[in-house]
């Protein structure tokens, strides 16, 4: 491939993975508010990915990945995902600060230092914040999961991932229990508020919709695997 994949095209591919570009078409606006750019740019930069065969792309229509592109973003975001497990779960940071360091080590990730990392954590399945890590062939897990401020009175809900985005709700999270793999009881709504009163373990939390946003899970209809 003539183009090289740099870091700025590979901040591109993941973007637009995370916009859902693997399986349908992402405007250029949702890219350019993903990536905090101005849309003349991503403009320029979509011609450059279509032209190195990692997008298809249409004026008006937006990007979808091809295959090529769905490898080379797939590579990044394993990597950016295995060292945000390392970086917690070996070198103790706390969930809400390795995002930031994750996007500045994953380009210096090298295939063989990827290998080690998910050797030495086990090949896990799951970052920090529950979003599925791609195995080593790019493949990954299809889960249907849906905004947790979507359910209402009486549903048990399993929190699966937490937008990793912003590092102060990510602490209040962590402080209310909002965390992957926590059973969630939701046991009222008041509409006209806005707010939900949730059953977290022995806890009863109150909070609105805008608190719940990021966090997404799929009901419990038995008691999950360990």
Avoid: C
Wanted: without cysteine; negative net charge.
């Amino acid at each position: 491939m003539a183009d090289p994949i740099t870091p700025a095209v590979q901040d591109y591919l993941k973007a637009i993975h995370s916009l859902g570009g693997a399986d349908q078409m992402v405007s250029p606006i949702d890219i350019a508010s993903r990536l905090k750019v101005k849309a003349p740019s991503v403009t320029g930069m979509l011609k450059r990915l279509e032209t190195a065969g990692l997008i298809e792309y249409g004026v008006g229509h937006g990007a979808k990945l091809t295959e090529l592109g769905i490898a080379q973003a797939r590579r990044v975001i394993r990597r950016h995902r295995l060292v945000e497990l390392f970086l917690t779960r070996v070198l103790g940071l706390d969930w809400s600060e390795v995002d930031a360091e994750a996007d500045a080590l994953e380009h210096a990730i090298s295939p063989r230092l990827e290998q080690a990392l998910a050797a030495y954590l086990g090949e896990p399945g799951e970052d920090p914040h529950g979003h599925l890590i791609p195995t080593e062939h790019g493949e990954m897990q299809k889960r249907d999961l849906q905004p947790l401020h979507s359910f209402r009175p009486g549903q048990r809900i399993i929190i699966r991932e937490v937008a990793d985005d912003n590092p102060d709700r990510l602490r209040h999270w962590h402080d209310m229990g909002l965390v992957p793999g926590t059973i969630v009881e939701f046991i009222g709504y008041q509409p006209l508020d806005d707010m939900f009163d949730l059953r977290v373990g022995l806890r009863v939390i109150h909070v609105g919709s805008e608190g719940l946003a990021g966090l997404r899970g799929q009901p419990v209809t038995s008691e999950p695997d360990a």
